[in-house]
């Protein structure tokens, strides 16, 4: 499903990380980086919250808003009952839609808030991601002072959170277009190995919206992937040009520059919902500013895993979202 | 934020239960009633997904429809990683958005289906949700196996999964508005009376939907909510008439009907996001095309509970999103 956009924009952005993405090559892009992980609280998922609802307030600060002036809040995390997107939800006084899209969630969010501005049902909205390594890791896999060895496909969960303030305002960043993608059930079951399981969502979604906009894949100066790392950018890349005959010289993955993967042990890059989220509102906005890039589709890519389920011997589901951002004069 | 629609519609619901909801007094109104929990399946969760499948299939014949008619699928439920949502979804190749807002989750996703419809956006969609009594009560408390004793104040999660086809098509059952609720920290810790964390949010959408759209509360002839229990029905009956001064002698809760409380076991009554939906989509409907209910505000409740933020004593963030369903000649 293709929407086409004559009326939104990106007014404002703010990011906040965590140690290993202050210490990473985009470093000086972020708002703010914590150089612990507890951030002044008493545990991890309070410290997601606490980002949360501090990088909000830096968005509506920088966009001299306040929270009455804010539509929908629009928000989603990775931790169980997205309690670091509820919980800094219960703080605001904003009327909240909380969803549920794994990595692939800040382009879900995009879209939806898109849509509704784009029909004329809100003026603007605000729409937020998080990720915690060690809350994430502690929930999907095992606390990490278990210390135990990972193999080299597995990714490090960013720890961040992005905001965007989405608007009919008309800024120099428009939200072109956008296509909501399918879940698909690619087979894969191991759970070291996302990337792989979302390269062939990535795939369908890039596709599929490069068909419903009649474009050549070279439209884009840049098509950015969430989260696949190393082994599955490589892999959505022989995919695109062995499957469906495209160049992919302008394919590039988030996870790939949010760390410099020889120096920062994160195996085969970044994840999480909070990693392309962060990429694109601080260092790719930056060049799009520049007028180093014009045209960019950010396509966040989501694996649906659930360890109850993987310990059931299921596949891992997995989707992406793509939308069209675009420089405007 | 209240949102006023004049182009969607409910042009048809579907229906799947558990074994206790298909012994209880609305047991006629529902399509399809499962005599126990594992429904064929190996497991709870995957006896959730098999519920969602089956009844979406059900839901588009009953419609004489195909999945390549369907814009958007929107869907949510109360498992980690909505994966009773995300495994239907991977099995249904339409576009999927996931949603979570515990068990308000049936009207964030009316909501955001009737934004897009209403906005010109897409042309229909799909909303689904569903809950599983053990897959719950295993993930949130303890296996049911272990037959722990609960105090009066809990409610018995509702097992089953309900579906409506949102359209711009005319019908005789119009969505005429809606109030998107902001998410309440109420205070209360007490995990066992989610009625009470749930009432007072209720409370405020209500009053925000009323004041919005300038209506008596005696406009409608039933304010529904979603699965306050016998408990929480009080105390939103108290507050709605303490604190805001309104007569609520129209004001009912799925919870008390969906469940015969004096027989069936099920202490304060029903909850999870099934339970609104399961009533309105069988018994509310059906009275309203019987001409005995003309205008009805249903209003999904959520408590946002997650047990890693109750084990770290934080109170329990509430949610509630209202729509006004109408009867049209």
Redesign the interface.
Same mark, same amino acid.
């Given at each position: 499903?293709t929407?086409k956009y004559n009326n939104v924009y990106i007014n404002e952005v703010s990011t906040i990380t965590g140690p290993k993405e202050g210490e990473g090559p985009l470093s000086k892009f972020f708002d703010k980086s914590y150089s612990e992980y507890y951030m002044g609280s008493?545990?991890w998922?309070?410290a997601e919250i606490k980002m949360n609802t501090e990088n909000i307030d830096l968005l509506l600060n920088k966009s001299n808003k306040s929270k009455k002036d804010v539509?929908?809040f629009i928000s989603?995390d990775l %931790? +169980?009952?997205?309690?670091a997107s509820? !919980?800094a @939800?219960?703080? %605001? +006084?904003?009327?909240?839609?909380?969803? !549920?899209? @794994?990595c692939a969630t800040s382009t879900?969010g995009i879209?939806?808030a898109s849509?509704?501005i784009?029909?004329?049902?809100?003026n603007n909205s605000v729409v937020n991601v998080s990720s915690h390594n060690n809350a994430s890791e502690k929930?999907f896999r095992y606390p990490v002072e278990y210390g135990g060895p990972k193999p080299v496909t597995q990714t490090f969960t960013v720890t961040g959170s992005a905001s965007a303030l989405i608007s009919n305002k008309k800024s120099n960043i428009k939200v072109e277009s956008a296509t909501?993608?399918?879940?698909?059930?690619s087979g894969v079951k191991n759970v070291f190995d996302m990337g792989s399981v979302m390269a062939i969502a990535a795939a369908d979604t890039i596709d599929k919206h490069l068909k419903d906009t009649k474009r050549e894949i070279g439209y884009y100066d840049l098509i950015l992937t969430g989260d696949l790392g190393m082994y599955g950018k490589n892999l959505l890349k022989d995919v695109l040009k062995d499957e469906y005959g495209y160049d992919t010289r302008n394919v590039d993955d988030s996870a790939c520059m949010i760390y410099d993967i020889n120096k920062q042990s994160v195996y085969a890059g970044g994840s999480g919902p909070a990693c392309i989220a962060l990429v694109t509102y601080s260092y790719i906005l930056n060049l799009m500013r520049q007028g180093k890039l014009n045209r960019v589709l950010m396509v966040a890519t989501g694996a649906?895993?659930?360890?109850?389920?993987v310990n059931?011997k299921?596949s891992i589901?997995s989707?992406a979202h793509a939308v069209s951002l675009e420089v405007i004069s």
């Open positions: 499903m929407f008493d545990t998922e309070q539509d929908i989603g %931790l +169980n009952q997205i309690v509820s !919980y @939800a219960s703080t %605001l +006084n904003i009327p909240y839609m909380g969803i !549920y899209s @794994a879900e879209i939806i849509n509704m784009e029909g004329g049902l809100i929930q909501l993608g399918k879940c698909i059930d649906l895993m659930n360890p109850t389920m059931q299921l589901p989707i």
